[in-house]
C-alpha cells in the first residue's frame, strides 16, 4: 500500500504514521501537513529516516500542489486528518476552521477526484478517501443514550460545525460522483505528543509548575476518552476491511466528568512526582468561567466497529493514562520545544 496522510505531523496524524511505518513493512506513507502551531516534526523521529516516508510542506487548501503530489506519489488511498481541531481556538478565530476543515476538504476531494478518474479499473476499486472525523459533530447529549452512526448531526462550536460540513461533502462526493469514500467519527483523544492545549497535557504541565487546574464551570461535562494508538489500529483496521460509504463511531467506553479526569491526573502526579510540599495536586484544582455552549456530554456507541470489523481497544483508560503521565514527565523537553511562544497555556475562548 502507499498512502497520502493529511496532517501526518499532529497528534492522531502522527501516531497513526509511527504505526504504519513500524508495523506495517509493505506500506509507505506520504505525510503532507501544513505545519500550523499543532504540527510537529518532533512526534516523527523514530521514522523519518525509513525509505518507505515521504514529508511533503503542503497545504491541502492548494488544489495546483494537491493534484501534482497525487499524480507523483499515485496513492492506493488517502487519509484525510487535516484540520483545525481545538474548540476554544474555534470560538476565538473561526475564519481558520472554515477554510482548512471545510474549503480544504472540498479542494482535497476534488483533486481526489481528479486523480482517480486516470487509475485503472483495479485501481479504481481498491482506492479510499478515509476522512478522521469527531464526535463533535453529533452535538450534546443527555444524562443517558450514546452516539451511533445514524445519530442526526447537531454541532455546536465552530469546530464541530466545521467537521460536520466536512463529513456531508465527504459524504455527498460518495453520493454524486461515486467516490469511494470512509468516515470515522472518533471520541476524545488523548496520550503522547498531543499538543499541550489540550486538557490532559494542560494540566500535567500546569500541576508540574505548580499553577492552578482549571476546571469548566462544575467541571461535570463528560467526554469518552480513547487513547490515541488504540485509535490508530481503528483507522488502519476500517481502511483495509471497509466497503466504499461506510462510517464507523470509535470510543472505548470511557465515560469521564472533565473533574473525574483531573482527579486522577493529580493521583497519578501523586505517585509519579510528588510535590515538594508533600500536598497532593488536587489542591491546585481551580473552577473557571465555562466555556460558551459548552456540550455536557459525549458518548459513543463503537458496536459497529466491533461486531463488524473485530475492534476493540487494548488500553484501559487507567493504563493509557498513566502511560501519558509517564510520557510527558519524560519528554519535557519536547513540550518545551513545541510551546514556541504561540501558546503558554492561557485561556482561549474565552467570552468576549
Not at 487509475?119 to 479510499?128: E, G, N, P, Q, V
Not at 467541571?219 to 476491511?241: F, K, M, P, T
Not at 467506553?253 to 508533600?278: A, F, I, M, W, Y
Amino acid at each position: 500500500m502507499r498512502l497520502l496522510v493529511t496532517g501526518g505531523a499532529g497528534f492522531i496524524g502522527s501516531a497513526l504514521v509511527r504505526q504504519l511505518i513500524l508495523e506495517e513493512p509493505e506500506t509507505t506513507v506520504v505525510n503532507v501537513d501544513k505545519l500550523t502551531y499543532a504540527g510537529n516534526l518532533d512526534s516523527l523521529g523514530c521514522v523519518s529516516n525509513s525509505s518507505r516516508y515521504y514529508f511533503e510542506h503542503e497545504d491541502i487548501c492548494n488544489g495546483q500542489t494537491m493534484r501534482r503530489l497525487l499524480q507523483e506519489y499515485r496513492p492506493d488511498a488517502i487519509i484525510h486528518l487535516a484540520s483545525e481541531t481545538h474548540v476554544d481556538r474555534s470560538i476565538d478565530g473561526p475564519a481558520a476552521f472554515v477554510q482548512t476543515n471545510i474549503c480544504g476538504t472540498y479542494t482535497l476531494l476534488e483533486s481526489a477526484r481528479d486523480y482517480w478518474a486516470t487509475l485503472s479499473h483495479d485501481a479504481k476499486a481498491r482506492f479510499r478517501f478515509l476522512l478522521v472525523s469527531t464526535d463533535e459533530v453529533f452535538g450534546s447529549l443527555g444524562p443517558t443514550g450514546s452516539f451511533h452512526e445514524s445519530s442526526p448531526y447537531s454541532p455546536s462550536s465552530p469546530y464541530a460545525a466545521s467537521k460536520a460540513a466536512a463529513d456531508h461533502l465527504v459524504r455527498a462526493w460518495h453520493k454524486t460522483y461515486d467516490l469511494p469514500i470512509l468516515i470515522t467519527n472518533c471520541s476524545n483523544n488523548f496520550g503522547p505528543f498531543q499538543f499541550p492545549e489540550k486538557l490532559i497535557p494542560l494540566v500535567i504541565l500546569k500541576a508540574l509548575e505548580e499553577k492552578p487546574l482549571p476546571v469548566y464551570g462544575d467541571g461535570q461535562n463528560i467526554r469518552d476518552w480513547l487513547y490515541v494508538e488504540d485509535h490508530s489500529r481503528a483507522i488502519r483496521l476500517v481502511l483495509a476491511s471497509s466497503r466504499p460509504g461506510e462510517s464507523y463511531n470509535i470510543g472505548a467506553h470511557n465515560e469521564k466528568t472533565n473533574l473525574d479526569v483531573v482527579n486522577q491526573l493529580s493521583l497519578c502526579l501523586d505517585e509519579l512526582r510528588p510535590r515538594e510540599s508533600g500536598k497532593s495536586y488536587r489542591d491546585l484544582i481551580t473552577f473557571v468561567q465555562d466555556r460558551p455552549g459548552h456540550d455536557r456530554r459525549y458518548a459513543i456507541n463503537p458496536s459497529k466497529i466491533a461486531n463488524k470489523l473485530g475492534w476493540a481497544p487494548i488500553e484501559t483508560f487507567e493504563s493509557a493514562l498513566r502511560k501519558t503521565v509517564e510520557w510527558y514527565l519524560d519528554n519535557l523537553s519536547w513540550c518545551e520545544r513545541v510551546m514556541d511562544g504561540s501558546y503558554q497555556g492561557e485561556r482561549l475562548g474565552g467570552l468576549r
